[in-house]
Structure formats: C-alpha cells, structure tokens
Nanobody, 129 residues
Framework: QVQLVESGGGLVQPGGSLTLSCAASGFTLNDHAVGWFRQAPGKEREGVSCISASDGSIFYRDSVKGRFTVARDNAKNIVHLQMINLKPEDTAVYYC??????????????????????WGKGTQVTVSP
C-alpha cells in the first residue's frame, strides 16, 4: 500500500526552525519525483521544494531560498524539509507528494502539483509570535 506520512509541523516563533519529514511506504522514494507543497488559508497550493528523479535537480521557490533545505534519506525512505528563519508568511499546511511517472526538472515538478499521484495528509506549520 502506497503511503506518505508527514510529521514535524508545529507552532514556532518568527525566526525559529522546524524540520518536516515525509516517510514513504509501499514504494522507494529515491526512484520517484518528490516535492513539498503548501497551502495557506484562502490561497492556492504552491510548490515549495522539489527533487527530480530523472535529472537530480532540486528546486526552491524564491521566497524560501537560503532558508529551506530539502534532502532525501534513502536508507530510511524519508525526505526531509529543514526550515530555518521561519516567517509568518510560511504559515500553511505542508504536504509531501511523489510520483513514479513524473519526469522533467524539479522546477517543472513543483509547478505542476496536479501531476503528483501520491499525497500525504499534510502537517500544519504556524509561525506566530
């Protein structure tokens, strides 16, 4: 059974840090495109950071560059999203997504969330004083 389970969300003050984790079961993450997406209340879902399985590229949206780092732990079949210097505008539900078929570079993967076939249920990140 294919499953993605996110963890690590929570409430943090501006400037604080969190590390999100996405554990996969039923398939091997390393062979798949994988990405972190987020959706804030009243806003569209957006790609935060993605990794391409076809060319190894990594994409970060401009607003998180230098603050977020995505990394796979292939031994544990987990992908992490380390977030530092968090800002109130980072508040959202964060989702992990993956797909065995999606190809192309990481920017393209993050720009087409509907192409991802596997989704976790999300974890809430709230950045507030």
């Amino acid at each position: 059974q294919v499953q993605l389970v996110e963890s690590g969300g929570g409430l943090v003050q501006p400037g604080g840090s969190l590390t999100l984790s996405c554990a996969a079961s039923g398939f091997t993450l390393n062979d798949h495109a994988v990405g972190w997406f987020r959706q804030a209340p009243g806003k569209e879902r957006e790609g935060v950071s993605c990794i391409s399985a076809s060319d190894g590229s990594i994409f970060y949206r401009d607003s998180v560059k230098g603050r977020f780092t995505v990394a796979r732990d292939n031994a544990k079949n987990i992908v992490h999203l380390q977030m530092i210097n968090l800002k109130p505008e980072d508040t959202a539900v964060y989702y992990c997504a993956s797909d065995p078929v999606v190809v192309g570079n990481a920017r393209g993967i993050c720009g087409f969330a509907n192409g991802m076939g596997y989704w976790g249920k999300g974890t809430q990140v709230t950045v507030s004083p």
